[in-house]
């Protein structure tokens, strides 16, 4: 169950009809004050009426997973445009593994912001990316867009039921990818 009506109490309120102005206005600094525990809903409501992509970053990845899930119970039905970049477990000069579910929730999220049209986001059919990442995350090195695509476009793209040549070939393109 979605909290939506809280939503449309905040969008009427003077102060974020304000912040919605200098937002639009080009502003390149605006500053609100939040009380504890108000941020998740007052981003949601500014996601929903500004429909631009959000990115937002916390100290801490205990932080941004509780904003996550926040955001999750108040827009309840949007909740497959709202992604969380995990911090994985491990350090990045430790030889482990990283758990396959934090690089698969990476790779969807990551995946996400570059299929985002930033030039004129009001243009897509779909709603904008709303992404919530700790600093320790979002510091964490990945592969642009652009060697993605690049690489991507160098052969056909993958579908369910194509064929591929060799599983190994391809398998040798991903981990060069990385």
Request: charged share 25%; aromatic share 8%.
């Given at each position: ?68 899930d926040e955001l999750i119970t108040y827009l309840g039905g949007e909740d497959e445009f ?37 030039a004129e986001p009001n243009k897509s059919a779909t709603l904008p990316p ?49």
């Amino acid at each position: 169950m979605a909290l939506t009506g809280l939503l449309e109490l905040i969008k009427g309120h003077p102060e974020f009809e304000r912040h919605i102005e200098e937002v639009n206005s080009g502003s390149l600094t605006t500053s609100i004050a939040f009380r504890t525990g108000t941020k998740p809903v007052y981003l949601a409501a500014l996601w929903l009426k500004l429909q631009r992509p959000i990115f937002v970053l916390t100290p801490r990845p205990e932080e941004s997973r509780r904003i996550y899930d926040e955001l999750i119970t108040y827009l309840g039905g949007e909740d497959e445009f709202i992604y969380l970049l995990p911090e994985p477990e491990v350090l990045p000069f430790e030889r482990l593994a990283v758990d396959v579910r934090t690089s698969n929730q990476r790779l969807v999220t990551l995946s996400a912001m570059a299929k985002c049209n930033f030039a004129e986001p009001n243009k897509s059919a779909t709603l904008p990316p709303l992404v919530v990442a700790s600093i320790g995350s979002a510091l964490r090195l990945t592969l642009s867009p652009e060697t993605i695509f690049h690489e991507v476009s160098l052969e056909k793209q993958l579908q369910v039921g194509s064929r591929i040549g060799r599983v190994d070939d391809l398998l040798i393109r991903w981990v060069n990818l990385g």
